[in-house]
């Protein structure tokens, strides 16, 4: 991005979900298969895979992806073991005033 920045040029950030680097990868996924609580489904990729390389879901840092499902992700983080207030603390770690986290997290207060 910095790169980008200086060259007077747009950066080049994928639009898809972090899920789709974790396969790229080869990292198994931390939701399904650890059941730990993981953003990486409504995530933009762009991050390198960082926390799960580590064995740790996503905190979303780069915000939600484009035409991110929260509502399809909220039985999975209910099943990880959040409940409705650290599901919306979830969505509020790291980008919380982007539009599409931030409606998820009012969802769960």
């Known amino acids: 991005m910095i790169a980008a920045f200086l060259e007077g040029r747009k950066p080049n950030i994928p639009t898809h979900s972090l899920c789709l680097d974790c396969k790229r990868a080869g990292i198994v996924c931390v939701m399904v298969a650890g059941g730990q609580p993981c953003l990486g489904p409504v995530t933009q990729a762009g991050c390198g895979v960082l926390c799960p390389s580590v064995g740790r879901g996503c905190y979303g840092c780069f915000g939600p992806m484009e035409a991110p499902n929260p509502a399809a992700l909220r039985p999975w983080l209910r099943r990880s ?3 409705a207030e650290a ?5 509020r770690t ?3 005033e982007a539009a599409d986290f931030r409606a998820a997290s ?3 207060d």
Request: charged share 30%.
């Open 87 to 91: 599901i919306a603390r979830f969505y």
């Open 94 to 96: 790291f980008n919380a």
């Open 81 to 83: 073991g959040l409940d």
């Open 106 to 108: 009012d969802d769960h």
